[in-house]
Nanobody, 121 residues
């Protein structure tokens, strides 16, 4: 089970830090990632991190603003979001992946339930 937290309402230019807790030690050996889905749009790749935390990958729209990290001892991954824009408004989903790198929804093994992020202008 994957459970996200940390979403909320923030003004443009602000920051939020999302967290995803995984229940079960098996998650520590899986690549993990974040996706997001805005109303009326397809679910979009945000970023991923390999199981050691040594490699990260990002979607073009968040590159340079968002940072993914993980703490396997706590079974958590994090998404630090800086310089937020109104177009970042979406439900953010944590995912356990079947492969690393820049991935699609077809590469997701498990999904979290999502957490809402709203950026006001």
């Amino acid at each position: 089970q994957l459970v996200e937290s940390g979403g909320g309402l923030v003004q443009a230019g602000g920051s939020l830090n999302l967290s995803c807790l995984a229940s079960g030690r098996a998650y520590s050996i899986l690549d993990r990632g974040w996706f997001r889905q805005a109303p009326g749009k397809e679910r979009e790749f945000v970023g991923s991190i390999n199981w050691t935390g040594s490699n990260t990958y990002y979607g073009d729209s968040v590159q340079g603003r968002f940072t993914i990290s993980r703490d396997n001892a706590k079974n958590r991954i994090y998404l630090q979001m800086n310089s937020l824009k109104p177009e970042d408004t979406a439900v953010y989903y944590c995912a356990a992946l079947t492969k690393g790198g820049v991935v699609t929804t077809a590469d997701v093994r498990y999904w979290g339930q999502g957490t809402q992020v709203t950026v006001s202008s």
